[in-house]
């Protein structure tokens, strides 16, 4: 995070989810690599002309322009780094790239950062994006994050979906449920 003036900032990071605000405003939590999670408010979003609207959307990687508001930070400008489009195309790919997602919300504090958390977010989005199978990133992305907060060993070479809601879920405190994946039965 840059700072031009006491209240303007620079912050890039993945957007984990969006929601409405109100009628034209957009909340979206995104996942910074310097600040961690964090709130921003996009005012005007839904409107039809708006510029920020479709650049703020669940798993695009954004370089924002901000200022501090009462209550948070808005946005005045946006620009999209990767809007991992490839992932839209497939039904096991969105699905998975949701579920990192919200392990991401479930696991961390507001403005706690967690640089370690973002490039694995980054690098299985990318895995997804190179058409990786994945049960492979899956698999990955489980291992990893366990390792980055202490749960395994590091020399550990994984633990299955069961073992991974099991720690997770002791960990947090909070149940996550499996992704929904499409397999093609013959």
């Not at 954004?62 to 195309?89: I, M, P």
């Not at 403005?111 to 490039?119: A, I, T, V």
Request: proline share 3%; hydrophobic share 35%.
């Amino acid at each position: 995070m840059s700072s031009q003036n006491s209240r303007d900032f620079q912050v890039e990071g993945i957007v984990l989810s969006t929601k409405a605000f109100s009628e034209h405003d957009k909340l979206v939590e995104l996942f910074s690599p310097s600040l961690g999670k964090i709130k921003l408010l996009a005012k005007s979003a839904y409107k039809p002309k708006s510029k920020l609207g479709a650049s703020l959307d669940t798993l695009c990687w954004v370089h924002c322009e901000t200022y501090r508001g009462k209550s948070f930070l808005l946005v005045k400008e946006c620009s999209v780094k990767e809007a991992f489009f490839e992932l839209r195309s497939s039904f096991n790919a969105i699905s998975l790239s949701l579920y990192f997602c919200q392990i991401i919300r479930l696991s961390t504090s507001y403005e706690q950062c967690h640089s370690g958390f973002f490039d694995l977010l980054a690098k299985s989005l990318n895995l997804l994006k190179s058409h990786t199978e994945t049960s492979i990133v899956k698999d990955f992305f489980h291992t990893e994050f366990l390792k980055l907060e202490g749960l395994i060993h590091p020399q550990s070479s994984g633990v299955n979906d069961a073992e991974f809601q099991h720690k997770f879920e002791s960990y947090t405190g909070h149940s996550l449920p499996t992704p929904l994946m499409y397999s093609k039965k013959g």
